[in-house]
C-alpha cells in the first residue's frame, strides 16, 4: 500500500508540474527548468553519499573497531539480500540513524554514538534492519526522482519572479492571466513541498515494515523508537539544524521542536509508527 501511495504521489507531482511549467513557463521554460533541476540532483545522486558523511563528520568502522555493530549489519545485510554496506558511526550524543547511497551496491549505514549508548543489541538490529529497508528499496533514488521535479517546479517559480516570464507569453494564450499565474508561482512550490514530505513519510513507513520482517521481531524496533523519541527531542542536533535538508534521512527527526505529524512533517508521528509495529506483531500495548 505504501509503494503504491508513493507512485501516486510521484505521478501526482510529475503532473503538477507540467502544470505548473506550462501555464508559467511555457513549454520552453519547463523543459529548461527540468534540465537544470535535473543536472542539479543527478550531481546530488552520485555525490550525496560522501557529502553527508562528511558533512556529520561519520567515521568508517570495521568489524575490528565496532565488532557488535558490524556483525549486526553484516548478518542483516544477508537477510535482506543485498550486499553489505559500509558502517559508520558520528560523535553525536542524539541517538539516531541513517541510511546514504545511490543503489545497494554504493550504500551506507551510520549510526550516533548516542545510539550505541541507549538501546540494545536487539534494538540496535530493529534500527539497522529499518536503514537497509531504504537500502533495499532504492529510497535515495526515489527521493532523489521527487527533488528533481520538485526542484524544477521552484525554478519555474524563480524565472516567473525573476526573469518576467509573466509578460513573456500573450495573455489571450495563458487563461490565468498575470494574479493567477503569480498565485501559482507562489503556491505551486509549496504544493510541490508538501507532496515531497509526503512521499518522504510512507517511505520511513515501508521501511519500517522491512526492518521488522529483516530483523524478525517488529517490537524490536518499536521499543528502540520509543527510546530514540524520547531522547532525540531532549538532546540538540547542531548540525541537523544547520542543515534542515538532511533531516529527513534520519530514522527520526533530528531537528528539536519539530515533531509533529503534519503536513509539514517529514517523518510520521512516533507513536503511528509503533502502533503499526505492534500491529505486525500481534500485540496490544498503550500505543495500540
Wanted: charged content about 15%; some cysteine; overall charge neutral.
Amino acid at each position: 500500500m505504501n509503494t503504491l501511495r508513493t507512485g501516486l504521489l510521484i505521478a501526482a507531482l510529475t503532473a503538477l508540474f507540467m502544470a505548473v511549467g506550462y501555464l508559467i513557463g511555457g513549454e520552453g521554460g519547463m523543459v529548461v527548468a527540468f534540465l537544470v533541476a535535473a543536472a542539479m540532483n543527478l550531481f546530488a545522486y552520485w555525490n550525496s553519499d560522501r557529502m553527508v558523511l562528511r558533512l556529520y563528520g561519520a567515521r568508517e568502522v570495521d568489524r575490528a573497531a565496532a565488532p557488535g555493530l558490524y556483525g549486526i549489519v553484516e548478518q542483516l545485510a544477508a537477510r535482506a539480500g543485498i550486499p553489505m554496506p559500509r558502517v559508520y558511526v558520528i560523535d553525536q550524543p542524539q541517538p539516531n540513524a541513517f541510511a546514504t547511497g545511490r543503489d545497494p551496491a554504493h550504500a551506507a549505514v551510520c549510526v550516533t554514538s548516542g545510539l550505541l549508548r541507549i538501546v540494545s543489541q536487539e534494538e540496535l538490529a530493529g534500527v539497522l534492519g529499518h536503514e537497509l529497508g531504504h537500502i533495499k528499496h532504492r529510497d535515495t533514488l526515489t527521493m532523489t526522482i521527487t527533488a528533481t521535479i520538485a526542484g524544477a517546479i521552484g525554478m519555474l517559480a524563480n524565472f516567473a519572479f525573476f526573469f518576467g516570464i509573466f509578460g513573456a507569453r500573450d495573455e489571450r494564450d495563458n487563461p490565468l492571466g498575470f494574479m493567477g499565474t503569480l498565485l501559482v508561482a507562489l503556491l505551486a512550490p509549496i504544493a510541490a513541498s508538501l507532496v515531497q514530505l509526503a512521499i518522504s513519510r510512507s517511505r520511513e513507513y515501508e521501511a519500517d515494515r522491512a526492518g521488522a520482517e529483516v530483523s524478525g521481531h517488529p517490537l524490536w524496533l518499536a521499543s528502540a523508537l520509543e527510546k530514540i523519541e524520547a531522547h532525540a527531542r531532549a538532546t540538540p542536533n547542531a548540525v541537523a539544524a544547520a542543515h534542515p535538508a538532511t533531516a529527513h534521512l534520519f530514522i527520526v527527526n533530528p531537528i528539536a521542536g519539530m515533531r509533529l505529524d503534519n503536513l509539514f512533517a517529514s517523518h510520521p508521528a512516533a507513536a503511528d509508527r509503533i502502533r503499526r509495529l505492534r500491529k505486525m506483531a500481534g500485540v496490544a500495548g498503550p500505543w495500540g
